[in-house]
Each structure stands twice: as C-alpha cells, then as structure tokens.
Nanobody, 125 residues
Framework: QVQLEESGGGLVQAGGSLRLSCAAS????????MAWYRQAPGKQRELVAA???????NYADSVKGRFTISRRNAQNTMYLQMNSLKPEDTAVYYC???????????????????WGQGTQVTVSS
C-alpha cells in the first residue's frame, strides 16, 4: 500500500555532506513513523534515525550531532542531512515506513512495514 523512492546517495570525500530524500506514495495517510537504516558489507542492518508523525526524532549514537532527520508534508517526504561524513558511514541506506490505523477508541493499531530499495553512500578517506 506504500511505495518509497530514495535519492541523494553518491560518492563524497571524508568531511563532506550529503542529503538523502525518501518520497512516499500510496496510502501515505497510514504512515505513523519513518526511519533511515543502513547496512555496510558484512554487517547487520542498523537504525540510523527515525521520526514519528508528530515529529519526535531519535538517532543512533554514532551519528548524533552529524546527521539530522526531517520531514515535509507530514510523512510524505523524509530527509536525512548527513554532515561531517566519515568512511565508516559508507553503506547502503534504506528508507522504512511504519503503517497503522486507529481503533474505535482512537488508539494506534500497528500495520505493515515498507522498505525502499536503498541508495549507496560511499565516503572516501
């Protein structure tokens, strides 16, 4: 029900910056939270940053102070501003959307998760 399109990846020198974008389409009204994950070769996929529909954010310790997650038009478009990039930031970055609805009391009911295809970020030393 939700499709995600990522852009903004590329090759950058250490200390440089990149801005990743994730555009959501389909049942965007059902998205309650979005997040950026990354996976380096031979390593587990890890959470980088997340943002809720209300705008609450959280970050991995390794990127605090360097990366900033934001959104435009609620959860329709999400951004990840990456500054002071390091070679260890090299990975495939994935956009994730968490969906859900509301019950008869107005409480949140979890739905399905959706993933983008990923965008490569390479930081040279």
């Amino acid at each position: 029900q939700v499709q995600l399109e990522e852009s903004g990846g590329g090759l950058v020198q250490a200390g440089g910056s990149l801005r990743l974008s994730c555009a959501a389409s389909g049942s965007i009204f059902s998205i309650h939270a979005m997040a950026w994950y990354r996976q380096a070769p031979g390593k587990q996929r890890e959470l980088v940053a997340a943002i809720t529909r209300r705008g609450n954010t959280n970050y991995a310790d390794s990127v605090k102070g360097r990366f900033t997650i934001s959104r435009r038009n609620a959860q329709n478009t999400m951004y990840l501003q990456m500054n002071s990039l390091k070679p260890e930031d090299t990975a495939v970055y994935y956009c994730k959307a968490e969906t859900g609805g509301t019950d008869y009391r107005g409480g949140l009911v979890p739905g399905d998760d959706y993933w983008g295809q990923g965008t490569q970020v390479t930081v040279s030393s």
